[in-house]
Each structure stands twice: as C-alpha cells, then as structure tokens.
T-cell receptor, first 114, second 113 residues
C-alpha cells in the first residue's frame, strides 16, 4: 500500500501561472483533505471532501479550487498563483467508519511562487 | 469560526524531564481531539487521540487530558528522550469521520541530551 500519494513534490511557479496538485489514496477512505503549512501557523484547512461527490470550504479557501474526481483522487488547483500561496501543501485522507478520526497525510508538495 | 490555540510555541526540556503542551478550542460541538507529531521534513503522524466522553487517555509515556467544560486539552510526555524532539500539533473536530479537523499552530519541542 502506498497510502496517500501527492504529485508533484516540488514546483516553482511565476505569479499568475496555474497548476494542479494531485492526490490519490489507496486505503479506500471516504474523506479527503487539503492543508497548507506555513511557519508558525500550523496546518490550515483549504478544502475537504467528506465523501465522494461532496466538497466544502475550510479555513483558507480563497484562491483555490478542488475536484473530487472519484473516491481515490482529490485535486487542488491554483488558477492564478500568488506569492502568498508559497507553502507546503499536504493532502490527507480518513475513513468514515470506525472509531478513529486519524488523518493519513501524504509527503507534502512544496510550492514556491515567484 | 472554529479556532484552536496552542501553547507554548517552543518548549525546551532536559532529557528525562516532562513536557506539557496545552490547547484550547472554540467550537463547543467539537468532540474529537487528536495530537500529531511531525519530525523535520516529514509528514504529520497521529500519536494519540481522545474523545469528549473520556477525560484522560494514556499510551506509555504520553497522555492526554480533556476538560470539556473549559474547552482545554493537554498533551503530557514523561521521561522525554531526544527522539521526542519534533513539532507537535493539537487538533479538534466535530467527529471522527468526514468532519473538518482544525489544527493548532504547533509546538516545537527540543529535548536536550
């Protein structure tokens, strides 16, 4: 099992360029999440998808769009990148069933916007 | 909106001492409180969690306590070791599946040998 896989791991963009971060999980989880991590600010939720077919805004959704392509995949799109979006992005997934609410994170994608 | 505050932002202890990290949350509907550890350059990983119907939970050298009335919860690490050095995040959620999880800003723990 690969767990949660994110691509790309590193990306440099110029202001105004667009890009999509891809995320896939092979754990048959229902829920998927996108977080950004900035120094001193912890992990901030951008968007999440409780189950296939649904998406909801998190704490910092402005400037981002998401697509829950199927149960396995959840992508994050930056339509017009800004320097303020320079960050490390983490995708995560969790199961709906059972007692645990554990989030399983990908390795992260480091994005730099110049 | 929901908010989780975490203190201190940095904590330095001597090997063998205890470390305590405290969090408060604003959403009274929160009922699931996980703690994650993130080593340098790695992804966050769950180390322990607690639900609102439980006041305390222990797993070897780590324990969590919850005061739902005061909306406080804490992480206690006893007999700290150098490998405990990492960033620790508290979080709060309204449930264990399909709910958004809001994180605190993190505590960087240094354990000096």
């Amino acid at each position: 099992n690969a767990g949660v896989t994110q691509t790309p791991k590193f990306q440099v963009l110029k202001t105004g360029q667009s890009m999509t971060l891809q995320c896939a999980q092979d754990m048959n989880h229902n829920s998927m999440y996108w977080y950004r991590q900035d120094p001193g600010m912890g992990l901030r939720l951008i968007y999440y998808s409780a189950s296939e077919g649904t998406t909801d805004k998190g704490e910092v959704p402005n400037g981002y769009n998401v697509s829950r392509l199927n149960k396995r995949e959840f992508s994050l799109r930056l339509e017009s990148a800004a320097p303020s979006q320079t960050s490390v992005y983490f995708c995560a997934s969790s199961t709906l069933a059972g007692d645990t609410g554990e989030l399983f994170f990908g390795e992260g994608s480091r994005l730099t916007v110049l | 909106g929901e908010n989780v505050e975490q203190h201190p932002s940095t904590l330095s202890v001597q090997e063998g001492d205890s470390a305590v990290i405290k969090c408060t949350y604003s959403d009274s509907a929160s009922n699931y409180f996980p703690w994650y550890k993130q080593e340098l350059g790695k992804r966050p990983q769950l180390i322990i969690d607690i639900r609102s119907n439980v006041g305390e939970k222990k797993d070897q050298r780590i324990a969590v306590t919850l005061n739902k009335t005061a909306k406080h919860f804490s992480l206690h690490i006893t007999e700290t070791q150098p490998e405990d050095s990492a960033v620790y995040f508290c979080a709060a959620s309204r449930g264990t599946g399909g709910f958004k999880t809001i994180f605190g800003a993190g505590t960087r723990l240094f354990v000096k040998a």
